[in-house]
């Protein structure tokens, strides 16, 4: 009886877990410490309770970081990353972020700043001169 219990509580814990190690944002989540935290920023559900806060501090933080990053690559004898014309749209460029976010999870330690940096050098690279 009691092997059917730990075998019945075992396949319960299975099918929590996903939940149960999906966080939850809180006020903290905000502090940005790494890559990661923007991630989570940024694919926050609307149906959080801050889920339309995270999201337009990540468009925030993600548009003041390209106007930086901008501004910096303008100064360079080569460019980090090349946008296209017409340019993405913010919502879709987010979409982008989220997406590079989870293919590389190796990039989410790092400091927002930089991740914001990388995903703009791998989506958008500059053409090889010749």
Not at 21 to 32: G, R
Request: charged share 20%; net charge positive; hydrophobic share 45%.
């Amino acid at each position: 009886m009691r092997r059917r219990f730990l075998a019945m509580l075992m396949v319960a814990g299975a099918a929590i877990y996903p939940v149960a190690s999906h966080a939850t944002l809180t006020e903290d989540s905000f502090q940005l410490r790494s890559t990661g935290d923007l991630l989570d920023l940024c694919s926050a559900s609307p149906k959080d309770v801050l889920g339309h806060a995270a999201y337009h501090f990540c468009e925030g933080f993600g548009l003041g970081v390209f106007r930086v990053l901008q501004k910096v690559d303008a100064a360079r004898k080569t460019r980090m990353f090349c946008m296209p014309e017409p340019m993405p749209t913010r919502s879709g460029a987010l979409t982008a972020f989220v997406a590079w976010g989870k293919a590389n999870p190796g990039q989410l330690d790092q400091a927002p700043e930089d991740g914001v940096a990388a995903f703009l050098m791998s989506q958008y690279p500059c053409p090889r001169k010749k």
